[in-house]
């Protein structure tokens, strides 16, 4: 409202509790000796809701006509105002104590109808009729003075400024008074009464949805909702730990490891349809609990139902091929790597591969703690494929891979024959200073000797070559070998400050070194096998020379390791493969375990022989040399006394070269054997069908 017409608003507006209202307007606005003010109305601008008050300062001609408060009548006011406080108090104190009351009142009962509830799922649980159990009880007397309708205490005031608002219930306002925009008087409700009759809406409210709440949980018969009501649970069982099926995986699978974890319970149909929600989620979940028992009779309808649900992702399972060319993410740790690998596993085919199986085909055993050979790596013939000649048993003990001094005149005759009739041989003294043959050793033991933990730090992905591993033929064999690998390619330095953070350097020092005397001696053991048969590297493998100074041949530099072993006889180290590679230069540490298939002599085993390496012909020399040179297959075995070490340094061709008969080597007595391929492109096709790889690309 606006100010009286003529007069000077003076404003003054703040927050104020009732007794300021009066004492500061009264006494501090209007000081003692003021001649006459002013105090304008609620219709004078007295807005209740803000607590604010105008004060307008009348023009001294104007006065009369408004009522005139001296210092006397300021005076009265005091003591009127003395008695309203005092009233104030009172009501406050008995509202407070009205609340106390209130508040006991509220938690006994919130108490008792705990306790009940309590009662009744108690009985529920113990299989008593939970109807007949107690009844939700309000105790009467804790109620008694909150009964009836709430009184009221009015307090009328002789002057409108005195109107006041009862305070809010539950507010904190009680020390404070609104000043009602209602003219005429103003009234104190009895808030106790309020605050009682609020309170005992409230506990009927939650005793009303207590008891909605029982008649929910006595509602439908648990028995009903059961789909085995009459299951005992077997003595002692305890409730496996199932890995959860939540509608992504295969459903086959999840069968397969639910029936897995209840071994000994399989002929139990209720305990297997009871514990198969357990092994559920989200959706799974809630799938099971809309299963009825006129659907699921027994554990063969659940399966079938099960399946018949998920059976849309058995048809999307994902190939072998998809699982090994699963790479670790760069943000990922080994472990989310693992899992993630794991979670694609599971959607497979279980005839095809099982998870378990799986994942051993990438993580080494940990040696240190097994003290018999699992099954899962013992060999038998039956392991083989029938027209493996792994089954050959011959080992002509006269035959004896060539030894070949690279020195010698006749070098060039001894290595084509060599290449001829075994795909392999040994060179010596080819330079390699011997201090870097133990050098080398040392540091491979220095690596495998590390705790398996330490080593996976740097697991080798499934499709990836570098990083500690199974051996990469691992998933082409229904059986493990005894065996794990470290994969370099160039620099071991990412790897190495992994698994040494303060002491890689000289491992990552002898690694180089190895790798580049290695190479060099490639290089020139190539150019003789070329030379040998009358062609150069220059001439006619151009991608083998530097293009723009730099080298692109692939070369890949593998560390393996064959632990003792506790039933050598029946382990396999490397089972029988041939090296995608054009030669391998091997390093067998000075102790047996190579062996190289013959023709004829059957599996002859390479004796070592003190700073000499194995040349391998790899399947991309075959070739090139059109079948010349074969590419030998051969295998490593393990034995029980002393754990063997060995290093393969595999020299390939640039990935993007083509890799195809050389012309030299071709004429009508000798067409092209081999279509050509990429380096890339065989290493895919070998990745694919593995010792078929060569005769899938046979014209
Ligand atoms: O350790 C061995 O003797 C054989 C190694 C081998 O053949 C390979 O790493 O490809
Ligand atoms: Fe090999």
């Known amino acids: 409202m606006s100010p009286k017409p003529g007069l000077r608003p003076f404003k003054w507006e703040r927050e104020l509790t009732f007794r300021e209202v009066f004492t500061s307007v009264l006494r501090e606005v209007y000081p003692p000796g003021s001649k006459s003010l002013v105090l304008a109305g609620p219709e004078d601008g007295l807005d209740s809701k803000r607590i604010s008050i105008t004060v307008i300062l009348g023009h001294p001609g104007l006065l009369n006509q408004y009522m005139l408060l001296t210092r006397n009548k300021a005076g009265e006011m005091d003591d009127r105002l003395a008695n309203i406080e005092k009233a104030f108090e009172d009501i406050k104190s008995d509202i407070e104590k009205k609340m106390e009351r209130a508040q006991q009142s509220t938690q006994d009962y919130i108490a008792q ?86 309170m005992y809406k409230r506990l009927e409210d939650l005793d009303h949805r207590l008891e909605e709440k029982f008649k929910a949980a006595e509602g439908p018969d648990a028995r009903e909702l059961s789909l085995v009501p009459n299951l005992v649970l077997p003595m002692k069982f305890k409730m496996p730990e199932f890995e959860k099926f939540d509608g992504t995986s295969s459903p086959a699978v999840h069968l397969t490891m639910f029936c897995r974890r209840m071994t000994g319970h399989v002929d139990n149909d209720e305990l297997l349809i009871h514990c198969f929600q357990d092994s559920l989620k989200g959706s799974a979940a809630r799938w099971y609990n809309q299963l009825t028992r006129d659907k699921i009779r027994s554990w063969k309808d659940l399966a079938k139902a099960f399946i018949e649900q998920y059976k849309h992702i058995t048809d999307i399972e994902p190939d072998r091929i998809t699982l090994q060319n699963m790479e670790m993410k760069p943000n990922e740790s080994f472990r989310q790597y693992v899992q993630r690998w794991r979670d694609v596993a599971a959607q497979m085919n279980p005839t095809m591969e099982t998870q378990t199986q799986a994942f051993n085909h990438l993580l080494p055993l940990d040696f240190d703690n097994v003290s018999t050979l699992p099954d899962s790596y013992a060999w038998s013939t039956t392991t083989l494929p029938s027209d493996d000649p792994c089954h050959c048993t011959i080992n002509d003990r006269k035959a004896s891979l060539p030894v070949i001094d690279i020195g010698e005149p006749s070098v060039y005759d001894l290595v084509r024959h060599a290449c001829e009739k075994w795909g392999a041989f040994q060179v010596i003294n080819h330079g390699v200073p011997t201090s870097l043959f133990h050098k080398t050793e040392f540091q491979t033991r220095r690596l495998f000797a590390l705790p398996t933990e330490q080593k996976l730090l740097v697991a080798r992905p499934p499709s990836g070559v570098i990083g500690y591993g199974t051996a990469r033929i691992s998933p082409f064999y229904p059986k493990l070998m005894w065996t794990e690998g470290f994969g370099i390619m160039g620099s071991p330095m990412e790897l190495a400050r992994k698994i040494w953070p303060q002491d890689h350097a000289k491992f990552c020092e002898v690694m180089e070194q190895w790798q580049a005397e290695m190479k060099t001696l490639c290089d020139k053991i190539v150019r003789i096998m070329l030379g040998s048969l009358g062609l150069t590297h220059e001439n006619d493998m151009k991608w083998f020379e530097p293009k723009n100074g730099s080298d692109q041949t692939q070369c890949v530099f593998q560390l393996n390791s064959y632990p003792v072993c506790p039933d050598p006889d029946r382990a396999m180290g490397l089972a029988p493969h041939t090296d995608t590679s054009l030669i391998t230069l091997l390093n067998q540490c000075n102790i047996n375990g190579l062996q190289v298939y013959q023709e004829g002599a059957g599996w002859v085993t390479v004796e070592s022989v003190e700073g000499a390496l194995v040349v391998n012909v790899g399947d991309f020399m075959q070739i090139v040399s059109n079948g010349k040179f074969k590419s030998v297959l051969h295998r490593a075995v393990v034995n029980n006394t002393c754990h063997r070490v060995s290093t393969a340094f595999f020299l390939g061709p640039p990935s993007d070269a083509e890799v195809s008969p050389l012309r030299k080597l071709i004429d009508s007595a000798h067409p092209p054997l081999y279509q050509p391929v990429t380096g890339d492109g065989y290493v895919q096709i070998k990745y694919k069908v593995f010792n078929k790889a060569l005769e899938s690309i046979r014209f």
Do not use: W
């Open 113 to 198: 109808s705990q306790a009940d509830f309590l009662a009744k799922v108690a009985e529920m649980l113990t299989g008593n009729d939970p109807k007949k159990g107690k009844r939700l009880v309000i105790d009467p007397s804790a109620l008694q003075k909150t009964e009836g309708p709430p009184d009221k205490t009015h307090l009328v005031a002789s002057s409108s400024i005195e109107k006041q608002q009862s305070p809010q219930f539950g507010s904190s306002s009680f020390q404070k008074f609104d000043i009602q925009n209602n003219p005429g008087e103003y009234t104190v409700a009895n808030e106790a009464s309020k605050v009682e009759t609020e």
